[in-house]
């Protein structure tokens, strides 16, 4: 993969300083994996976990300037609220409305999104490496469908349709996004006969997380036979959208190859260079072990 932005940064300047910001944080994975890539690649830094309640973003955001770190990673809740301290935002993060990469060029921070494009580069490389012209059927409208569905458009699909518990909210999305691919927004009840002709069918709602993983966020008579089922959780790794479409002879892609890959668009543009991803899939896989 070719980093969509050169790196500024020289070894000259000392050990790389990384991190993720969220509240909470206790259980990310994202230090495990990205301490085991800089080692792979020999780069001396260090990317530690950061507890930044809602109130201290501000002042977390300067110090990553005071500190000289390289970039962070911001997850929940600060996805959307991070984006009024930066002074640039990537024209893909501005449409999403989010960020969930920030990167430190000598004192001028720019935000960039690497969600969408990290789950659209692990569901090509998994299970679908063509989705040109395809039937998609996104489950859910909220922050992580917007990253996805955008990202989507890029591949030139045949259509998306967004299915929502609120209705509304899908067909906005729809309408907004309408001049960047064929696109329609549906309420559960009239999803039926969208999913029935799918060649994809990704779930980006918590329907299925743990703990509550027996959950289903559509009726199992609904998938079809064959098609690509994917699913944005990765705990657990299979959820029982996966295995139910597994038992309808579906390809199945669950939400580990976008965790990793959104992590791996981030490195690039902290490094410049390509990511380790094999290493950093091993690194998280190893830790859901411990
Ligand atoms: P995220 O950033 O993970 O997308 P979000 O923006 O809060 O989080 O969006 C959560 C999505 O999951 C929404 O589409 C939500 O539906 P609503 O817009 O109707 O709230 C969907 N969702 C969450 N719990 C759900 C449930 N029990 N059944 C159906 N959809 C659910």
Redesign the pocket.
């Known amino acids: 993969m070719k980093s969509t932005q050169q790196s500024e940064f020289t070894m000259a300047s000392g050990a790389m300083l990384l991190g993720v910001m969220g509240d909470p944080i206790i259980h990310t994975k994202s230090p495990i994996m990205h301490n085991a890539a800089l080692k792979a690649l020999g780069i001396e830094g260090n990317y530690v976990p950061l507890h930044i309640k809602p109130e201290g973003l501000e002042k977390a955001i300067q110090a990553i300037l005071t500190l000289g770190f390289r970039g962070v990673n911001v997850t ?1 809740p600060h ?1 959307v609220e991070v984006m009024k301290y930066l002074d640039h935002i990537d024209e893909g993060a501005a449409k999403v409305g ?1 960020v969930n990469t920030i990167v430190n060029n000598n004192g001028v921070l720019t935000g960039y999104n690497t969600d969408g494009i990290g789950y659209v580069r692990s569901l090509k490389e998994e299970v679908c490496p063509e989705l040109r012209g395809k039937n998609i059927v996104v ?8 990253g996805i569905i955008h990202a989507l458009t890029a591949e030139q699909p045949g259509q998306i349709s967004i299915v ?3 209705a509304s ?2 067909i906005e999305l729809a309408q907004e996004w309408g001049s960047l691919a064929n696109m329609q927004g549906l309420s ?1 009840a009239e999803a039926q006969a969208a999913v029935n002709s799918a060649d994809v069918l990704i779930n ?4 299925g997380m743990h703990p509550n993983v027996g ?1 289903l ?1 559509l009726p199992k008579e609904w998938i079809p036979e064959g098609i690509v089922v994917s699913d ?1 959780i990765y705990n657990p790794l299979m959820t029982e959208l996966l295995h139910v479409s597994a038992r309808k002879g579906c390809s199945t892609h669950g939400g580990l190859g976008m965790f990793v890959n959104q992590g791996a668009y981030a490195l690039e543009y902290w490094t410049g260079v390509d990511a380790p991803v094999a290493v950093m899939r091993e690194a998280v896989l190893q830790s859901f072990k411990l």
């Open positions: 929940i996805k989010a489950l859910g409208a909220g922050g992580a469908a917007r929502n518990r609120t909210k899908a559960e980006t709602t918590s329907v959950e966020p944005l």
